[in-house]
């Protein structure tokens, strides 16, 4: 089992900066794919980024591409993401996830990871 504890969210003003973490622990710790989706009231989660175990590819969506930063850190097991210049539709409830087999390449199919963490809020206000 691996449990992930995702920290770092709050209330920002349009066009600030938030960095959200996201501590692995367990058998796999953070040795595999990881991803940050996003979940918005009446809305279906979505794929925000993922990177590799290596940390050498990572995958943006194209409504945060140019504005987020994915990186993680495997010697602290954590995962992190710059969110920069943020807007009120970035507004929701973001969640780390875990790859249990893949480790070179990132999906970004919420049905393809296999471990979650619990959420942690972020409120872009205009």
């Known amino acids: 089992q691996v449990q992930l504890v995702e920290s770092g969210g709050g209330l920002v003003q349009a066009g600030g900066s938030l960095r959200l973490s996201c501590a692995a622990s367990?058998?796999?710790?953070?040795?595999?794919?990881m991803g940050w989706f996003r979940q918005a009231p009446g809305k279906e989660r979505e794929f925000v980024a993922g990177?590799?175990?290596?940390?050498?590819?990572?995958y943006y969506a194209d409504s945060v591409n140019g504005r987020f930063t994915i990186s993680r850190d495997n010697a602290k097991n954590t995962v992190y993401l710059q969110m920069n210049g943020l807007k009120p539709e970035d507004t929701a409830v973001y969640y780390c996830?875990?790859?249990?087999?893949?480790?070179?390449?990132?999906?970004?199919?919420?049905?393809?990871?296999?471990?979650w963490g619990q959420g942690t809020q972020v409120t872009v206000s205009s």
């Open positions: 990177i590799n175990r290596s940390g050498g590819t990572t």
């Open positions: 367990g058998r796999t710790s953070s040795s595999n794919t």
């Open positions: 996830a875990a790859d249990r087999q893949r480790y070179l390449t990132v999906s970004s199919y919420s049905s393809e990871y296999d471990y």
